[in-house]
């Protein structure tokens, strides 16, 4: 059963910063792709960052040069850095990896439980 927490997430005012960190637990092969997304209320689910298993990162515009994606492969966790804070950044956060069971196995898409981030203004 692979697993995916995340933590980090919680209240902070506009212009701070937070970290969420998102681990891997289970048994698997590999894990290619790591990437965050959000959900605010009343909108759909939204790509913010992803990672590549070769470190290569993509930022949706809203976010490039505020959030920061990294990954520690050996401890299978996925991180998001997020600076100067705006209250449109409020909304659940999902970590997102695509994970192989074994070598030979499709490559799965598997999600966190999401965390809040609430940025007041």
């Known amino acids: 059963q692979v697993q995916l927490v995340e933590s980090g997430g919680g209240l902070v005012q506009a212009g701070g910063s937070m970290r969420l960190s998102c681990a891997a637990s289970?048994?698997?092969?590999?894990?290619?792709?790591m990437a965050w997304y959000r959900q605010a209320p009343g909108k759909q689910r939204e790509s913010v960052a992803r990672?590549?298993?070769?470190?290569?990162?993509n930022y949706a515009d809203s976010v490039k040069g505020r959030f920061t994606i990294s990954r520690d492969s050996a401890k299978n966790t996925v991180f998001l850095q997020m600076n100067n804070l705006k209250a449109e950044d409020t909304a659940v956060y999902y970590c997102?990896?695509?994970?192989?069971?074994?070598?030979?196995?499709?490559?799965?898409?598997?999600w966190g439980q999401g965390t809040q981030v609430t940025v007041s203004s």
């Open positions: 990672i590549s298993s070769g470190s290569t990162t």
């Open positions: 289970g048994r698997f092969t590999s894990i290619d792709v």
């Open positions: 997102n990896a695509v994970i192989r069971l074994s070598h030979y196995s499709t490559p799965r898409n598997y």
